[in-house]
């Protein structure tokens, strides 16, 4: 079992930055995938980023585009995703999740195996 807690959501301006964080619980990370992604109300769980625990290999949603980065402090377990410029269509609820096993990482959410209970982001104009 592995428990997710996101933390660092919040209220902010168009333009700002904001840094989750994702702490693991249960379970050493080694080999997994950490994603993180994101759900606006009546749309789609979207992929955000994610990233290879043991070597830091990054991948990016097709919407990031440099404002957000991906990145994880292995001694803490935890990982966490810094977002920059952001926009008002980043409102979101924002969760981190973990996609167990060896092998690469997965845009779909169906594929991943534990869930945080997801924190919101939301940017006014």
């Known amino acids: 079992q592995v428990q997710l807690v996101e933390s660092g959501g919040g209220l902010v301006q168009s333009g700002d930055s904001l840094r989750l964080s994702c702490g693991a619980s249960g379970r050493t990370l080694s080999t997994e995938i950490m994603g993180w992604f994101r759900q606006a109300p009546g749309k789609e769980r979207e992929f955000v980023a994610s990233?290879?625990?043991?070597?830091?290999?990054?991948w990016d949603g097709v919407f990031v585009k440099g404002r957000f980065t991906i990145s994880r402090d292995k001694a803490k377990n935890t990982a966490y995703l810094q977002m920059t410029s952001l926009k008002p269509e980043d409102t979101a609820v924002y969760y981190c999740a973990v996609l167990l096993g060896s092998g690469i990482t997965s845009k779909n959410p169906r594929e991943y195996d534990y869930w945080g209970q997801g924190i919101q982001v939301t940017v006014s104009s």
């Open positions: 990233i290879k625990w043991n070597s830091g290999f990054t």
